[in-house]
């Protein structure tokens, strides 16, 4: 049974085609190019760090709020 990959944004299941992308030679993977970008726009941004948790941050708990990410 193969393992279940969490999205670096929103933590959903990536399924079986997660997208992938690689930042600061980590690789993260994305449940949609929606995520990805996100993620991208955050990071260059300066709003996140580079190997941060987003999950931990003020701007996700935020956006769940706000119902932009999903929960």
Do not use: K
């Not at 399924?15 to 991208?40: D, K, L, T, W």
Request: proline share 4%; aromatic share 6%; hydrophobic share 40%.
């Amino acid at each position: 049974m193969a393992s279940v990959i969490p999205c670096g944004l929103c933590d959903l299941p990536c399924g079986r085609h997660p997208v992938v992308r690689a930042y600061q030679a980590r690789e993260i993977s994305f449940c949609c190019m929606g995520c990805a970008n996100v993620y991208a726009i955050l990071l260059e941004s300066g709003v996140i760090a580079a190997g941060q948790n987003i999950r931990e941050t003020d701007v996700f708990r935020r956006s769940l709020e706000l119902g932009l990410i999903s929960n």
